[in-house]
């Protein structure tokens, strides 16, 4: 069973900075991909951005050039370094981890992100 748990969260001005941080435990597979979702308040849930096993990259049009996705294998952990916040990245910020082999999606419990001035 895989277990992911975000951390780094919290209350940030607008243009501010964030890293967030989500380690797996568990039996995960450098190859297979992770990445951050949000929910805005009665929003659904979106992509933010994901990174893939080469380290390839997805970003979310709304936050290329201001966020950045890494993983550290080693330490089954992956980043979402977070710059020039704005008001509407304001949400629960989600760590995914999707085994390829399975189709299976695994979900951290969430960490809170809040841009407010």
């Known amino acids: 069973q895989v277990q992911l748990v975000e951390s780094g969260g919290g209350l940030v001005q607008p243009g501010g900075s964030l890293r967030l941080s989500c380690t797996a435990s568990?039996?995960?597979?450098?190859?297979?991909?992770m990445g951050w979702y949000r929910q805005a308040p009665g929003q659904q849930r979106e992509l933010v951005a994901t990174?893939?096993?080469?380290?390839?990259?997805v970003y979310a049009d709304s936050v290329k050039g201001r966020f950045t996705i890494s993983r550290d294998n080693a330490k089954k952990t992956v980043y979402l370094q977070m710059s020039s916040l704005k008001f509407e990245d304001t949400g629960v910020y989600y760590c995914?981890?999707?085994?390829?082999?399975?189709?299976?999606?695994?979900w951290g419990q969430g960490t809170q992100v809040t841009v407010s001035s």
């Open positions: 990174i893939t096993g080469d380290d390839s990259t």
């Open positions: 995914n981890y999707n085994r390829r082999v399975s189709g299976t999606d695994y």
């Open positions: 568990g039996i995960i597979f450098s190859w297979d991909a």
